[in-house]
């Protein structure tokens, strides 16, 4: 079955830049999704990459994919304390449906 | 406010009682999932409904029963559970080929 797998822990200093980093194994993922969970809270979308592209940039934000090695990276620039979160890395196969999610990178930042 | 809303936010049962979890989206669209986030697992999916119609079981056992009168809301029904089933339940919406929103969960605890 699909699987994805990620980092479980990650730290860095507040102003460095985050790299998450996820793999995936269905080879037929059609879009690849980056969520933000904050404690207490739900999942937030924060952004997503269709396959046949292999970077896409929002603000601080920057997705890139190697759908070759089907390696999936999130990176934040000047990463700050309310980005401490867990991270969730997920993939489509099917047309918005049945999302296979990565277990979550814990993301701290330290001041 | 992402368009799923969820109540309640936190519900503490026995494993005798049997309670309800409901889920609303005010979104327009045509799918609803239900989620299960344990603290040391990933994300599972546990049901899928298309147009008020189930598409995907996740062999969920019997004691999770959900209900989609319509469109717009998603039930699930919760009866004689057991203390691992204590997790996040999440709800979650999407259109067709877009991204999914998610409601901010509610915490289940059985005792």
């Known amino acids: 079955g699909e699987d994805v797998e990620q980092s479980l822990f990650l730290s860095v200093r507040e102003g460095d830049s985050s790299v998450i980093n996820c793999t995936y194994t269905d080879s037929s993922s059609t879009y690849l999704y980056w969520y933000k969970q904050e404690p207490g809270a739900g999942l937030q979308l924060l952004t997503y990459?269709?396959?046949?592209?292999d970077m896409k940039q929002d603000q601080r934000l920057t997705v890139l994919l190697n759908k070759k090695d089907k390696h999936l990276s999130l990176r934040i620039a000047d990463t700050q304390t309310g980005d401490s979160a867990i991270y969730f890395c997920a993939e489509s196969p099917n047309y918005g449906q049945n999302f296979v999610f990565g277990p979550g990178t814990r993301l701290s930042v330290l001041p | 406010e992402t368009g799923v809303t969820q109540t309640p936010r936190h519900l503490v049962m026995g494993m005798t009682n049997k309670k309800s979890l409901k889920c609303e989206q005010h979104l327009g669209h045509n799918a609803m999932y239900w989620y299960k986030q344990s603290a040391k697992k990933p994300l599972e999916l546990m049901f899928v409904y298309n147009f008020k119609e189930q598409t995907e079981n996740n062999s969920v056992p019997s004691r999770f029963s959900p209900e989609c009168p319509n469109s717009s809301h998603l039930f699930l029904h919760l009866h004689t559970l057991q203390p691992e089933d204590s997790a996040l339940y999440l709800c979650?919406?999407?259109?067709?080929?877009?991204?999914?929103?998610f409601g901010q969960g509610t915490r289940l605890t059985v005792v």
């Open positions: 990459i269709f396959s046949n592209m």
């Open positions: 979650a919406s999407s259109q067709d080929q877009s991204e999914a929103f």
